[in-house]
């Protein structure tokens, strides 16, 4: 996962110093712990390793999606939303294998970008079967329905640095990120 974050870091560089220079540190393995114990969760090698590179990605619009969260706003997204876990879903929809179709949301569903409209990309710590555990599922507010993204962040971050060193990000000067950063937004090309 270093080296993942490293060409991640070297293509922000040099699409928009300020946004890579910026990057917050990594989470240490205390503050780590203590987000799962909030969401009585373990989360995959993975994304622990992942956020001990960098708790956050302020500034960067992964794809169509928001920045990375950090682990304080992963875990308040998650509080928000579970008040809605093991609801019935809307509709009758077959299980499929990948995700699970019986509720309309699950408290193992862990949301680390925010889409913005109320749509998030999440972590499946609750699948349908445990060879899928860690996904990333992209979760609808409207149907509320998941699809699949990816089969964990490894592959999800590979295709995001992939796209950052093809030159299909751009550091937007007119636009600058909605936390308070002042930060040019880090966007995909028109």
Known sequence: MQQLWARIEAALERIAPEVAAAMPPGATDGQIRAAEAAMGVQLPPDVRESYRCHDGLPGVLIGLHTALHPLDAMV????ERSVDAGD????ERAEDGVIRRDVAWSAG??????IGNGDVICIDL???????????IDWSHEGWRAGYEAAG???????????????????DETRRAWDGSGLPLVMLKD
């Open 76 to 79: 308040d997204d998650w509080r």
């Open 88 to 91: 019935p879903p809307w509709d």
């Open 109 to 114: 569903w862990i949301p680390f970008i925010s």
């Open 126 to 136: 609750d699948p349908p079967t445990p060879q899928r555990r860690g996904q990333i």
């Open 153 to 171: 962040l490894r592959e999800f971050l590979e295709a995001f640095a992939a796209d950052l060193e093809a030159d299909r990000y751009r550091a």
